[in-house]
């Protein structure tokens, strides 16, 4: 037998270990990360339900020309600062085919570990009142 | 092998395979307080598209201290209302629709609502706001959104 260094086998073994244990890490980051993009989307997601109902329920607002539209909630400014994280909501309000109908936009955007991410949702608004 | 090398191979090996099980255990605890988290959340989002929903096929509603009162000429069994309330935020922190409880208690944390602030943006548009806590974990989430009438306008607040 050879004394020197180590064999193959045991290389092997202790390679699988470390290769088991960063998985096993890998595994947890993935899904703590996970997480928090779905706690960032759920927050998200329900601002723009906000912004679409007090849209819906601002007659003013719709019967205005097509363009940008500001954040609805007075008691609150942008950047939204909720959970955590600040949130930028952009909201168009576009005409359509059908004048009773008109197209509403609202993108929200937020940073996640120095990317930019957003969701976009778009909804008919009927206008006459 | 000799007994050198086994008196020195078995410390090295007894302190890697303890500071992995350690690390496993670890990052084991740490998954079910993610868990739990996510529990939280779900929870919340539960309440909010349940009330939402409601709200904006209700015939009327109103606006009460701790809660909120819908009407709504499609129920078609029991009586013609729903009631939100929230309880006991301080000790249980539930949200109950009527009678039953529209957030529970999991297996994953010691999950609590409270807050559920509902109030009137104007005559068709309600604001809610509902936080919850877990407690096992101290996470502190909250959703905000709003709800339009699409039948009714509200109520005076009472």
């Not at chain 2, 020195?8 to 496993?24: E, Y």
């Not at chain 2, 084991?28 to 529990?39: K, Q, T, V």
């Not at chain 2, 009330?51 to 499609?74: F, H, M, N, P």
């Not at chain 2, 509902?118 to 502190?140: A, D, Q």
């Amino acid at each position: 037998m050879n004394d020197k260094g180590f064999f193959l086998l045991e290389t092997v073994v202790l390679g699988l270990i470390l290769f088991a244990a960063a998985g096993v890490f890998g595994t947890y980051a993935i899904s703590s990360r996970l997480r928090a993009d779905s706690e960032n989307r759920l927050t998200a997601a329900f601002l723009a339900q906000k912004q679409l109902a007090c849209v819906q329920g601002n007659a003013t607002v719709l019967k205005a020309a097509a363009g940008s539209i500001p954040w609805q909630d007075p008691a609150s400014v942008q950047p939204i600062l909720k959970n955590g994280k600040e949130f930028y909501i952009k909201t168009d309000l576009q005409n359509t085919e059908d004048e009773v109908l008109k197209q509403v936009e609202v993108v929200v955007q937020w940073q996640e570990r120095g990317k930019t991410c957003q969701l976009k949702f778009v909804k008919l608004v009927k206008c006459d009142g | 092998m000799t007994l050198l090398e086994v008196i020195v191979a078995l410390p090295l090996l007894s302190i890697m395979l303890l500071s992995l099980g350690t690390a496993f255990l670890l990052l084991l605890r740490m998954y079910f307080c993610d868990l739990g988290d996510g529990e939280l959340q779900e929870q919340l989002r539960l309440a909010a598209v349940n009330i939402v929903t409601d709200v904006s096929y209700a015939d009327r509603v109103e606006v009460q201290q701790d809660g909120l009162k819908i009407w709504s000429r499609r129920r078609s069994s029991g009586q013609g209302w729903i009631n939100y309330r929230l309880k006991d935020p301080l000790s249980v922190g539930k949200i109950t629709k009527n009678t039953q409880p529209l957030t529970g208690d999991s297996i994953h944390g010691d999950i609590r609502i409270t807050k559920l602030h509902c109030s009137k943006m104007n005559e068709r548009t309600l604001l809610l706001e509902i936080e919850g806590i877990n407690k096992t974990t101290g996470k502190i989430f909250s959703i905000e959104t709003a709800a339009f009438l699409q039948n009714a306008v509200m109520a005076a607040d009472s």
